[in-house]
C-alpha cells in the first residue's frame, strides 16, 4: 500500500523556472527521503529528511517537513532540462523505520 | 562496490511459467526490499528482509509469489505460475538498517527487472 500521495501528479517548467513538489502521508514517521527516477531506470537518493528537522538544502534542493501536517515539499531551484525526471517521497515509518513505503510520484518536464 | 545488482534485466514469459528474479545487496548491506512498478499502482512494497529474516510480507499479492534470502548477500523472487498482471518491473533495494543512531539511511535501488507475461 502506498502512504504518500504527491501533488501534482505532474509539472511541466521552463528550463530556469523552480520546481515545487508536494507530499502527504498519514501515519508517524522516523524519516521522510526523496527519490528521482529517470525513464526506465532506478530509483536514485536525493534527500533525508529526519522528523525532528523542518527544512533541509542539498545543492539546488530544499526539503521541508511539517510533521503536524504530515506534509513534506521538495523544491528544485534554477531547474534544468536534465531534472527531468519522476520524483518520489518515501516515509520511514516510526514502528519500523527500516519499512519505506514510496508515494505516488510527480512526473517533472524541465522544457529547455 | 558495483551497487545492487538485479538479473535478468528484461523477461519474457508464457502465461503459467515459473520466473525467477535475482538481487544481489550491496556488500555490508543488512535490509532488503522486493518493490514492483506500474503505472496503475505504483511502487509497491513486496516484501522486506532484515539480516535475512523476512520481516513483513504483508505486501505480497499472492501465494503464487515467494522471496527468500538463502545469504546475507542474495535474494530470489519467484513467481509461479505468472500470469500477465504480474507484468511490470520490480526493483529490489538494499540498505544498512544500522542502529541508533544510524537508522535513518538511504536505500540503493538496482536497475529492475521488466517483467512481460503473455
Known amino acids: 500500500s502506498q502512504q504518500g500521495e504527491e501533488d501534482p501528479q505532474a509539472l511541466s517548467i521552463q528550463e530556469g523556472e523552480n520546481a515545487t513538489m508536494n507530499c502527504s502521508y498519514k501515519?508517524?514517521?522516523?524519516?521522510l527521503q526523496w527519490y528521482r527516477q529517470n525513464s526506465g531506470r532506478g530509483l536514485v537518493h536525493l534527500i533525508l529528511?529526519?522528523?525532528?528537522?523542518r527544512e533541509k538544502h542539498s545543492g539546488r534542493l530544499r526539503v521541508t517537513l511539517d510533521t503536524s501536517k504530515k506534509s513534506s515539499s521538495l523544491l528544485i531551484t534554477a531547474s534544468r532540462a536534465a531534472d527531468t525526471a519522476s520524483y518520489f517521497c518515501a516515509t520511514a515509518e516510526m514502528d519500523s523505520s527500516y519499512k519505506l513505503i514510496f508515494g505516488s510520484g510527480t512526473r517533472l518536464l524541465v522544457r529547455p | 562496490d558495483a551497487g545492487v545488482i538485479q538479473s535478468p534485466r528484461h523477461e519474457v514469459t508464457e502465461m503459467g511459467q515459473e520466473v525467477t528474479l535475482r538481487c544481489k545487496l550491496i556488500?555490508?548491506?543488512?535490509?532488503l526490499f522486493w518493490y514492483r512498478q506500474t503505472m496503475m499502482r505504483g511502487l509497491e512494497l513486496l516484501i522486506y528482509?532484515?539480516?535475512?529474516?523476512?520481516?513483513?510480507d504483508s505486501g505480497m499479492p499472492e501465494d503464487r509469489f515467494s522471496a527468500k534470502m538463502p545469504n546475507a548477500s542474495f535474494s530470489t523472487l519467484k513467481i509461479q505460475p505468472s500470469e500477465p498482471r504480474d507484468s511490470a518491473v520490480y526493483f529490489c533495494?538494499?540498505?544498512?538498517f544500522g542502529d541508533g543512531l544510524r537508522m535513518n539511511t538511504e536505500a540503493f535501488f538496482g536497475q529492475g527487472t521488466r517483467l512481460t507475461v503473455v
Open positions: 528482509f532484515n539480516n535475512n529474516v523476512p520481516i513483513d
Open positions: 533495494a538494499s540498505k544498512n
Open positions: 556488500s555490508g548491506h543488512n535490509s
Open positions: 501515519t508517524s514517521i522516523n524519516n
Open positions: 529528511i529526519r522528523s525532528n528537522e
